[in-house]
């Protein structure tokens, strides 16, 4: 704790501007050595660019990997900095050396070999890199390997002018190396290649995350960062951020934390790397935006996962905001660090170069969150300070709170100075509509509402001023679908003072033939501001407006759910997840039900007019096939909040039976949780899921 509280100290007030070896931990000693060694700075700031992995699968082509250079520069995104074209795995022939020894390309893929490939991302004013692994290749189990051709790997890469390259460990696990020892050899190989040719190293450890098994301490990723910052521009923290076509947001989240773990290794030159950028891979506008903010704040380097030449143009301004860019990178290189509780809203702080703070104010939850912090807390002092909305560009003062109204799955930035001159437009934060009430019913903080037709809802904007002047005559406008119908509740003050706020409420009724989906409340905030006229923001949230509640005696997983998540994959109705078997334990397959990966959540509208809900629920026989490790799983049937029924640890040779009472229930969740031990093999079900209502 002592540890940590120091880093986080120094890293605010500007103490810590270089990784300190005495945080380094085991091998700080190596670490310290290595880089007093000298030797050029190849990526002061992190780079930048787009990978063929998620975007293209396994079989990268010339062509396409030609179309997304052209696109690349067409669209801006080299300008904006994304200048690395980086073939991933797939690349080489099925016998990847030739008789010499030499790497082979797979002429299907590559028919002109690699060299005049390179050339022409060259040509466009881009860079290039490739894929290797630092094991050995082994037929049937990993198609590519340098391990016992380091040296001659290294001198061929650069023969060819790549720029870079990323060294994986699939094979390394799959021989049973030690990381730290191979990627030190494979590092010095890359610095002494016979080109002379600088080339950046892109350290990846992924295989050897918690989530898939119980690896020694050193095989990890989570141990990359005590010996990469001194042989690599950036390194891997954790396993990979998604599938290829299918990165969620919960993923993003996991794989930030894991990366936040060791800020003081991260420096000019030197990266900490928790994978790519993945827009419309699985993640909606709002929750890309976040991983974005966070990204950013993090130091990481920037790599697009995406096909980019099929993004819509909101995810291509989000890739290319100029201020958000500014902050990931910015010249002192720092990373993030939070300050506060964890928790489903927090607080992230970078110190930028100019003595600023970017400051991420983020909502982990399901519904929206006034987010709020003090400049005094995020390492600054002073009684003025501007904040600059990165994604707005709206400008603000504030007399030292720092608060934002932030979406579900949402994350505000802003570039926080102090101010100085004739006082500017107060920081007034137009809260989000959010639904606090449901037929009477309190909605519990965090938890996604749920409407149906016929309900009658309180809905809720709050308003506060965080400004060193007054605004006055505040109002709330809200605007409802065709349909239904908003009541003011209550009188708006006559004006709203320093470090005040103000709840103005409506009642918000639906029409009994409301359609099911997700439908906008949109919330027009004005106020007056002495010299500046009357001001507008414009706020809006989603709702889900819930399907029909069943009715009879139903096979409820035939029943239309609200929303619906898996650790991997989707939720696969009458098939384990996947869909590529019946659902099947103990050698008993099941007819109907709903299989998935831990961790869960299925969500049911049952609008009070169930009694009964039974199942069997257990561990797919699926995983027989495989290793010993993880398949474990927890599982809840929880209504309106409150535990129905909680399984315990459940092992693949077992199943429970599950028999729970429904009546007053109108939400009701079925939650599978990984046992504590990650998701390894957790592939669940919940067979013969059938409701009387």
Known sequence: MKRHLTVLIAL???????????????????????????????????????????????????????????????????????????????????????????????PDQFPNGLKPLVDYIHSKGLKVGIYTDAGPYIPGKCGLGSHGYYQRDADQFAAWEFDAVKVDY???IAADLDPKTVFTEFAQALRNNASGRPMIFNLCNPVTSPDWGNYPEEQQSTYSWSYAPGIAQSWRTYTDVGFVGEIKFKDVLRNYDANARHPEVAGPG???????????????????????TLWSVAAAPLVIGSDVRKLSKTSLDILADRDVLAINQDTAGVQAVRVGPAGTTETWVKRLANGDRAVVLLNRGDSPATVTTKARTVGLSGDRFTLKNAWTNQVTESAGTISAAVPAHGAALFRVSRATGKPGVPHVVAGLPQVTQVGGDTVPTGVAPVVAGGDQARVEVTVRNDGAQPVFAPR???????????????????????????????????????????????????????????LRQETATAVVVAPVAPDGDVVLSHHDWISATSGWMSPTVDMSVGGWSPISMLSQVYPTGIGVASPSTVRYYVGDKCSRLSATIGIDDAVRNVGPEGGTSTFQVIGDGRVLFDSGVVTRDDTRQVDVDLTGVRVLDLVVGDAGDGGYNDRANWAGLNATC
């Open 12 to 106: 605010l007030t500007g103490l810590l501007v270089v990784p300190a070896p005495a945080y380094a931990g085991p091998a700080a000693d190596t670490v310290a050595a290595t880089a007093r060694a000298p030797q050029e700075v190849l990526s002061p700031t992190p780079y930048m660019g787009w990978n063929t992995y998620y975007a293209l699968g396994g079989d990268p082509t010339e062509a396409e990997v030609k179309s997304i250079a052209d696109f690349l520069v067409s669209s801006g995104l080299r300008e904006a900095g994304y200048e690395y074209v980086w073939i991933d795995g797939n690349w080489a022939a099925p016998t990847p050396r030739s008789s010499a020894g030499d790497l082979v390309p797979n």
């Open 170 to 172: 699939l094979c390394g």
């Open 270 to 292: 030197h990266f900490n790397d928790p994978d790519y950028l993945g827009p419309e891979l699985g993640m909606n506008d709002e929750e890309f935006r976040t991983q974005m």
């Open 476 to 534: 709330v406008e809200l605007a409802v679908p065709a349909g239904w119908t908003a009541r003011p509740l209550g009188n708006a003050p006559k004006l709203l003072r320093p470090n005040h706020s103000v709840n103005l409420a409506f009642t918000v009724t639906l029409p009994a033939d409301a359609a099911p989906g997700s439908t906008p409340l949109t919330a027009t905030t004005s106020y007056e501001v002495t010299g500046k006229g009357r």
